[in-house]
């Protein structure tokens, strides 16, 4: 018995030393020491799937994180923002280190991510800014430039001007006004008008469909069509083709998708303007681990996410067209030239 009391002695005072240690640290590296897992936690929640070019973004990013000995847990919210938020809530439950964060909703999310930073979670707004919520890192291309590159690709096929209809991506997307603003920027003065104008809600690209042919309804004088994105710019083409007006209206779009880059080569899309996936991924799990380490986070530019300036890592896009769709598409391994001119039958 006396055996046993002095066992359970020995076992307290090594708890209570294990507990000083732990003195001055915070939860997260107290459950590295209990697990004895010492790589970074990131959770990595997105919007949705629907939009192609997010797959690659994952692959990129688990990829580069998992070099540099970090663990990636992939949450996907299907574009439902009550979702999102109960995958963050749990995220914040397994007490990741750093939550990188495409949003379904700027503003929706913006308390539960405040959420998880009051835990002592690093986080990162990944590609669109989260409002009113202090995130540690916005990283994203310069949007207001794609819609400038957009816009001045529209002018420059367009010099006499004409009817233009803008299909755009949701409100809830706070890319949707900065692009906007860059291309009607661009378009100031060039005799270009627009005449129809609507938002696709979800980046549904179904809903351009419809929206197009809406257009088309009140006035079939139009001489191109701009498109929040080359999923939508499908759905776009889609209609326009039905109507016997494709190729004839300029259309451009962003992403760089495949589908896009085809019908560049084919003459059916002018411009798509092309982020590059594989930068911007690489480099948020460059900064997610370091984050998850400690290290501090230094940018040159800031954001001001309508209650607070955040560090804001902005990256430049390339307008894409015929010309050089080898240099930028095809030698940086996006795209394969094979698929890229498979319906080109003369190259």
Sequence with gaps: MRKNYVKLLAYCLCFCIFLGGCAGKNQKDIQHEVTGSSKIQIGFCFDSFVIERWLRDRDVFERFARMKGA?????????????????????????????????????????????????????????????????????????EEVGRLMGEAMAENLPKGGNIFMIKGPVTDHNVSMVEEGFLKAIDGSGLNIVYSANCEGW??????????????????????????????????????????????????????????????????????YKSVDLLAKTASEYAVKMGKGEEIKTDETIYDGSYNVPYMKLMPIA?????????????DFHSAEDVYLNVKDL
């Design 320 to 332: 894409v067209n015929k010309e050089n769709m080898q240099k930028e598409i095809i030698d940086s």
């Design 204 to 273: 549904l690209s179904e809903i351009a469909y419809d929206e197009v042919n809406k257009g088309l309804e009140k006035t079939r004088d139009i001489a191109g069509v701009m498109c929040g994105n080359d999923d939508l710019a499908n759905q776009a083409f889609r209609a326009l083709a039905e109507n016997r007006m494709a190729g004839k209206v300029v259309l451009v779009g962003q992403d760089g998708d495949l589908s896009a880059c085809q019908r560049i080569v084919e003459g059916t899309q002018a411009v798509t303007v």
């Design 71 to 143: 663990e990636v847990n992939v949450q996907n919210a299907n574009g439902d923002v009550e979702q999102q938020i109960a995958q963050i809530d749990y995220c914040i439950k397994k007490q990741v280190d750093v939550l990188v964060i495409i949003a379904v909703d700027g503003k929706a999310i913006s308390e539960v991510t405040q959420k998880a930073k009051a835990e002592g979670i690093k986080i990162i707004a990944y590609d669109r800014l989260i409002e009113n919520a202090d995130v540690d890192l916005y990283l994203s291309f310069d949007n």
